[in-house]
């Protein structure tokens, strides 16, 4: 068949794609904008060192620049062309020939009517190759003219091909800048003119690889050894495979999909929810190209189909030349489970749909998307289980679990919750459904497996407790101490902050702080946070007169900065130390009891300090007389408040509510103190520990001042430190964001800080002492987790 069937494939493959058209337009968008920019009196600052710097290359090296440039000239369009030819590709000639030619007169045509790009005089002066006419061309005629070769080449080239073509078009750019030819700015919109322009010539003349007819569908089989004698449609989608069903000569029906595009990528939406769910989900397996995937998917189907699983048999995997990568399947007669009514499906079909989850589990096969639509039953009620595209062959023994769940939830969407859970624990052993319970959370179910479900996160949520009630297990909880919203919620209200705070002073000042800062002393403020965990450590382990493992104690506190500090009030820390706590065998009255004396100790620490930090910030303040406000509104406002607050403590409601939950609790604090006071190395743990928390958080604020150059005295500093953040924290934000950033800037301003340095201070000691930390507890909350210590 030789040349003649490869232009056939070729012919029938042309075609024209309607994105090209929104393509084009973005591209001429672009031109427009760099255009409008160019048009400027003055020279970007980025702009100006890149193209400082790349002539600064070897001045031995400029005989081969020139070389390069030729290539984005009549010369290499003449080689390209002339290659094409040799090859016997007139189509692709044809389109190189048109995209040069076009992209060099456009090129020409708009540096024409536009003019030299003006430039700053000092830029010219400073130049080591600068034109002689006194401005720089726009756009680069060279970079456009490559770069529509290359964008025209693509669809009848590989992937390699195609990567050195545009390697090509980063060294002709290259060398337009070190020949002082055009500035970054002009290379740029040639690039991107000469993409737009090689667009347009697909849309003119066609591309192959751009159309997957029923005829070049018959042609691909026909070379394939098969013998159709017709084909017919049955899907089509932009981000979905194209599906045919093809009948053959002797009368086989045969289904065949087209993959143009990976189907396994996870949205940053779903790996987000991963991160934070409480347990590590299997992740898919990696693959290359579209036709990686469609030979994975053969694979995994043959070794189910081997194993005795019921499959739809795959006949073929292949690719059509200048096409997609094809998977051919045996049609089976049958209907998807997720079309048929609960009183289609019976408990024989139930137990046959896992006793094959069961086989898939024996034979190391992790689906990983079994859906009720791909779940087929065919016509003697015996299911099948078709599209392997997210499998997973030979992974870890556990993976089986996520099926379970994933299955679990399929079936509830059709038979309910309490068919699906009663066939589950009819037809597997106890221990698998209770290692599947802790995938039965909203978080890590995949939105595939979550669109099934009618009720969303209620009915998982009641799915996962009848399973444990059914099993006699006790019903885990999952609550994530962070959610991806909060984590939105926390992103957005820092920016906030960091940006509104600036205002109070100069921006401008702030920033000139910011960029003459010392890195020794904010390596310095970076390194008082991370000791400040290792104190807050201490002060866990002398809460309790139990010994407690030191290094995972001080890993639960690196997480708890991840828990605590992105969770209001700081719910996460206390949630983190709760589970780790019981982990060790702590009863849980007695893992509260710990936590509580150790927010107490804290809170006794903080406000001894505070107090003595108001006393010195009094000194360090001329804050004159100061009258205690004696007019009757006040009084009388302040007498209502301690009546109020007298009435409601002495009725039956304030003394059940308020009076003995607060009496009853001191007692049991003393209680649980009392054995640790004595105990003087618990003692020292405990009040010392925070106390040390605090002093070198609060030096984390005087070594950010120090490279900042502020002058000013320590102990007030620190002061105000321990005061502002105590205060700061009684707000409702995760880590007091917003109020301790106000409160530390209001109180350096008043005891004589600039207050420029003040707020470029406290932005970076709380991004670098409070806010860094973040990122390794996020690692070590994971890493416990994955251990079973939290």
């Keep these: 068949m030789g040349s003649s069937g490869r232009y056939t494939r070729l012919r029938l493959s042309m075609g024209r794609h309607p994105l090209d058209l929104t393509l084009i337009a973005v591209a001429a968008g672009v031109v427009l904008g760099c255009l409008l920019a160019a048009r400027q009196p003055s020279v970007n600052p980025v702009e100006s060192a890149i193209f400082t710097q790349i002539e600064e290359l070897p001045a031995w090296s400029t005989p081969a620049w020139r070389a390069i440039t030729w290539i984005g000239s009549w010369p290499g369009i003449v ?64 970079v456009a003219v490559i770069a529509a070769l290359a964008t025209a080449a693509g669809p009848y080239v590989g992937r390699l091909t195609r990567q050195l073509l545009w390697g090509l078009v980063v060294l002709v750019a290259v060398a337009d800048v070190f020949l002082g030819q055009n500035l970054p700015l002009g290379v740029f919109a040639g690039a991107v003119l000469g993409w737009g322009t090689g667009r347009l010539v697909h849309l003119v003349l066609g591309a192959p690889g751009r159309r997957a007819s029923e005829q070049t569908v018959l042609v691909a089989l026909r070379e394939s050894g098969l013998r159709p004698d017709s084909v017919v449609t049955t899907g089509r989608s932009l981000l979905r495979p194209e599906k045919f069903e093809v009948v053959t000569t002797d009368g086989q029906r045969l289904q065949m999909k087209l993959v143009r595009r990976l189907h396994r990528v996870a949205g940053p939406g779903h790996k987000l929810r991963r991160v934070v769910a409480s347990l590590d989900v299997e992740h898919e397996p990696r693959l290359s190209t579209p036709r990686h995937e469609v030979e994975h998917e053969a694979y995994v189907t043959l070794l189910a189909e081997r194993a005795g699983i019921g499959v ?98 399929s079936l509830v969407s059709v038979v309910g919750v309490d068919r699906a859970v009663d066939s589950a624990v009819r037809c597997l052993p106890r ?24 009720g969303g996160k209620i009915t998982v949520t009641y799915l996962r407790e009848s399973l444990a009630e059914a099993i006699d297990v006790p019903v885990p909880s999952f609550r994530s101490p ?68 030191v290094g ?114 001191a007692r049991e604090t003393i209680r649980e103190l009392l054995p640790v006071l004595r105990h003087p190395v618990k003692t020292a743990e405990l009040f010392g520990g925070g106390v040390v928390f605090l002093v070198l958080s609060a030096y984390g604020l005087v070594a950010t001042l120090t490279a900042f150059g502020a002058e000013f005295s320590v102990l007030p500093v620190m002061a105000v430190f321990v005061v502002g953040s105590t205060l700061g924290q009684i707000a409702p934000t995760p880590g007091g964001l917003g109020a301790v950033e106000a409160a530390l800037v209001a109180g350096l301003t008043a005891i004589g800080i600039a207050p420029a340095v003040a707020v470029a201070a406290v932005l970076a000691s709380r991004v670098l002492t409070f806010w860094l930390p973040v990122l390794p507890g996020i690692a070590a909350f994971r890493t416990l987790q994955h251990h079973g210590v939290v």
């Design 79 to 142: 080689v390209a062309v002339g290659i094409a030819l040799y090859l016997a590709r007139i189509r692709m000639a044809v389109a190189l020939a048109a995209a040069g030619a076009v992209s060099w007169v456009l090129a020409l045509v708009i540096s024409w009517l536009v003019g030299p790009r003006p430039v700053p005089t000092w830029l010219m002066n400073h130049a080591l190759r600068a034109p002689d006419h006194g401005g720089f061309p726009f756009p680069a005629v060279e």
């Design 312 to 409: 739809s048999p795959v006949l073929l995997a292949g690719e059509i030349e200048h096409g997609p990568p094809f998977l051919i399947r045996r049609c089976v007669d049958g209907r998807p489970l997720s079309s048929l009514e609960a009183h289609d499906v019976d408990e024989t079909l139930l137990d046959r749909i896992w006793k094959d989850i069961t086989r898939l589990e024996d034979q190391h096969i992790a689906h990983h998307d079994l859906r009720a639509a791909n779940i087929l039953v065919d016509r003697e009620g015996c299911p099948r289980i078709t599209d392997f595209t997210f499998s997973r062959a030979g992974g870890p023994p556990d993976q089986a679990a996520q099926d379970v769940a994933e299955a679990l939830v």
């Design 431 to 454: 221990e698998k459904l209770e290692q599947s319970l802790p995938y039965l959370q909203w978080l890590a179910l995949h939105r595939r497996i979550k669109r099934q479900v009618e």
């Design 482 to 549: 962070v959610r991806p919203s909060t984590l939105g919620m926390l992103l957005a209200g820092g920016v906030a902050v960091y940006l509104l705070l600036p205002q109070l002073s100069s921006m401008s000042d702030v920033a000139d702080s910011m960029a003459h800062a010392s890195w020794a002393w904010l390596a310095v403020a970076t390194a008082t946070g991370l000791l400040a965990i290792v104190a807050s450590a201490y002060t866990v382990l002398g809460s309790t007169p139990l010994h407690l493992p």
């Design 552 to 665: 995972k104690t001080i890993a639960v506190q690196v997480a708890a900065a991840f828990t605590g500090r992105t969770t209001a009030a700081g719910v996460g820390f206390y949630g983190v130390n709760l589970v780790f706590l019981e982990r060790l065998g702590l009863r849980r009255a007695h893992a509260v009891g710990v936590i509580v004396l150790n927010r107490v100790a804290m809170g006794v620490v903080s406000a001894v300090l505070t107090a003595l930090g108001v006393l010195v910030i009094g000194n360090a303040v001329p804050v004159g007389d100061i009258s205690p406000p004696t007019s009757t509104p006040v009084l009388a406002g302040i007498g209502a408040v301690v009546v109020a607050a007298v009435a409601v403590l002495a009725s039956p409601f304030g003394r059940r509510k308020v009076w003995r939950p607060v009496v009853n609790g």
